[in-house]
């Protein structure tokens, strides 16, 4: 079992910067493929990044591709996502998400993820 709590969401102006971060508790953080997810009212959850066990390897939508980096810190079972050049689109309920799985492995889809968090507001104003 792995609980995953989400922070750093809040309000930026257009072309401004916000890091979030994912705490996992839990012995077993460094077995998890872990992945951020969003979602804006009205529309589905979608898939925004993911990272590997290691952290050398990561996936990302093309929506975010060049703008947004993702992170992990074994040490500190943390995960991160560093969102850089904020778009009014970019705005939605950011979600951590983690899975065991195989060393390399990246996870893409909502249902290939096990565990949630409960979601941090990013809030983008034009």
């Known amino acids: 079992q792995v609980q995953l709590v989400e922070s750093g969401g809040g309000l930026v102006q257009a072309g401004g910067s916000l890091r979030l971060s994912c705490a996992a508790s839990?012995?077993?953080?460094?077995?998890?493929?872990m992945g951020w997810f969003r979602q804006a009212p009205g529309r589905e959850r979608e898939f925004v990044a993911a990272i590997s066990r290691s952290g050398g390897s990561t996936l990302y939508a093309d929506s975010v591709k060049g703008r947004f980096t993702i992170s992990r810190d074994n040490a500190k079972n943390t995960v991160y996502l560093q969102m850089n050049s904020l778009k009014p689109e970019d705005m939605a309920v950011y979600y951590c998400?983690?899975?065991?799985?195989?060393?390399?492995?990246?996870?893409?889809?909502?249902?290939?993820?096990?565990?949630w968090g409960q979601g941090t507001q990013v809030t983008v104003s034009s």
């Open positions: 998400a983690a899975r065991p799985g195989c060393s390399s492995q990246i996870l893409t889809t909502r249902e290939e993820y096990a565990y």
């Open positions: 839990g012995r077993t953080f460094i077995n998890n493929v």
